[in-house]
């Protein structure tokens, strides 16, 4: 059993949608990989009653509660109001916290107002937090069975001061931590990699689970303290078979860093020419820091004329075939690569819609080809959905046809 | 007092941070935007009891409940067992819920198989809700005092029945609705748009929420049913002039769009020479349905000798200036309007990072440069934070400089 821990986020930009609740994935994954259990996260708006009742609730069944927003200057930031009608602490102003308002207010070169004092009241026997990056110091209230860790809405503010403060007092409980390792797949979806699972015995005390990213499928195996190090490594020997081919890494980064990484240690070099993919591919590829060393050139040859012009496209096989065809997409490949003078040529032409599909050549039709030294690979895909993610499928596919050659 | 709705979603791979609760964020704009108050999103793990406690606390409290996650096929797929334990009422199987689990699974050459089946459990009288992307149908529940709707987690399938079967439900309310508009700002922190936002007196019943995307910041004034036109238009009028040239649009669409569409009036066209962006600048421009129209060709030069040869760079400013340069930004627009023979020309060069700073040109220092009918313009600007966010600043900045032209 481990020790249960909730999340409460607090602000109406959450509650009514104009944000994600980022705070509360980042502050799950702190949590969990210090060894609790997160069973709930609740977010409520700027309500004084509402949040109070979210930090009563949520101290009453978990150890450890951690609450982001609601601790700015301004009238909606309700927070130390809550925590003092929930557990019935008064607020009081504690100099050393208004040392910290003002020394902040100082560095952007205002004066503390009424309002920027507000941020400087706690409640009763509460341990102020330094943030460094803002203005709204952070607190910790500890009740009966339940400790509670109050941190600023801006993410980059919380984020500091979850990694300063909270991460070193979970630590020090030295609780039994998970093994977490993730299996990568790419050009398969999510029910197939499910399906090929599924005659796998998962052992007592390993959970599984999938997340279908952009253009990948991973699979999340994680073993309690209690499962044998040969038993984990087993099953993930028999993911890793059942899925064969299709993995690209273990915990490994990105498709496309294992491909970059996979260019720098044979010192070969790679140059991309596309029309669908506008761009996307090239990004993907210089996502990864020292891309300067394999990628050298990309080509976004959107119009016709510019894939004559720029990858040397004959005008014939656009008269032939289409611009969305096999003929033109080696001749990209190749044209850019013979360009470049790299080692590899990576091509993408089709249809991303929402507009310009045929019926022999519908939207979602992509061909990719690699031109590299021993000739030109060319695959025909078919992806379904719309134009971004599409655009965003043809990326992994194309970077997946190079994971192939290398 | 608007009618409260609350979200409930499910999954240990939301409660323990593997993704960022990106449905709940989606059903509550979807809910707002017909008149209702969200007033809590609550998310639990893969545990009947839990889901079964989380559902029961909110439909005490509110007029509407939507829950996503939970219908699939797997053992940890229990939403519909925690309906049955939390209202009393037993799963069934429905014959026309099987009907459609089998059509789903014909469409993807399967079988259905005793998991397959499970799918077509429902809740005593609940109504059946058609999924026509995914295997899982979804079921909406009445009672006393709540109505519940059931949608599966999967985002694309959710969204899709989100908008076939509740929306309309939900029209068919007619609640008075806040009027909503969105005020775009580009090359402005949320800090500054905050500070000149401050002196203006906000009125009784309008409610504003500033929101920073990657490359822009967003104001909503929102308007309750009782705020006057006049009043609430007057509000957006003293915003917009307190924001000024840093205003892209008003509940426009993305700067990419606007400044896409400028150049499809203008009957004008567009080619891009990328370093630092590497393709990102391309990608934005072509995220833009019929893109085609104005944008001829991109290249992504990130090797220099690419920067002469497709861009034709000057060797020697290069060798002067360095590739972080204002006469090698001046170079490059200048060089692919030609190739292109495009109307403009639109460059970026910059470190990006990690490493390759300088002290007189560190990481974060990007060049823009314009070139068009009326000669070049150029901007040096200064990005602070990690890689891919100063690469998607820069994308800003570069289309903020077309929007300054046009």
Chains 1, 2 share one sequence.
Request: glycine residues 12%.
């Amino acid at each position: 059993m481990t020790l249960p821990a909730e999340i409460v986020s607090q602000g109406d930009e959450v509650v009514t949608g104009l944000v994600a609740d980022t705070n509360a994935a980042f502050l799950a994954r702190l949590l969990e990989a210090a060894g609790l259990g997160v069973t709930r996260h609740v977010a409520v708006g700027d309500d004084r009653d509402a949040i109070a009742a979210a930090l009563g609730d949520a101290a009453s069944r978990a150890a450890h509660v951690v609450c982001s927003g609601g601790l700015g200057p301004t009238d909606d930031d309700l927070t130390a109001d809550a925590v003092a009608l929930a557990f019935g602490l008064p607020l009081e102003e504690r100099p050393e916290a208004l040392a910290q308002v003002e020394a902040r207010y100082a560095a952007f070169g205002r004066p503390v107002g009424p309002s920027g004092r507000r941020q400087a009241r706690l409640p009763q026997g509460a341990l102020l937090l330094e943030n460094r990056s803002g203005t709204a110091p952070g607190f910790r209230v500890d009740v009966p069975g339940s400790v509670l860790w109050f941190l600023p809405g801006v993410p980059r503010e919380m984020e500091q001061m979850a990694r300063e403060h909270l991460e070193p007092a979970l630590a020090a409980l030295g609780l039994p931590r998970d093994r977490i390792h993730v299996v990568r797949c790419v050009g398969i979806g999510e029910g197939v990699v499910q399906e090929r699972m599924r005659d796998l015995r998962i052992p007592p005390g390993v959970r599984v689970g999938w997340r279908a990213a952009i253009a990948e499928v991973q699979v999340r195996v994680r073993a309690a303290p209690a499962v044998p190090d040969d038993v984990h490594t087993a099953y993930l020997g028999d993911v890793a078979a059942a899925l064969g081919d299709r993995v690209f890494g273990v915990d490994s980064g990105p498709l496309e860093e294992v491909v970059g990484h996979r260019l720098r240690d044979r010192g070969e070099t790679l140059a991309t020419a596309e029309s669908c993919t506008a761009g996307r591919l090239a990004a993907a590829i210089t996502r990864v820091p020292g891309a300067s060393e394999w990628f050298l050139e990309g080509a976004v040859v959107y119009a016709n004329e510019a894939k004559v012009r720029t990858c040397g496209v004959p005008p014939a096989a656009l008269a032939a075939h289409g611009a969305v065809s096999e003929p033109v997409a080696r001749a990209l490949a190749e044209g850019i690569r013979a360009r470049a003078g790299s080692t590899w040529g990576l091509a993408t032409t089709g249809i991303a819609g929402p507009t310009g599909g045929t019926p022999d050549k519908p939207v979602g039709t992509v061909h990719l080809a690699l031109a590299g030294p021993r000739g030109t690979n060319h695959r025909r895909i078919h992806l379904v959905g719309a134009r971004e993610p599409v655009m965003d499928r043809a990326v992994g596919a194309a970077l997946d046809l190079l994971r192939g050659a290398l």
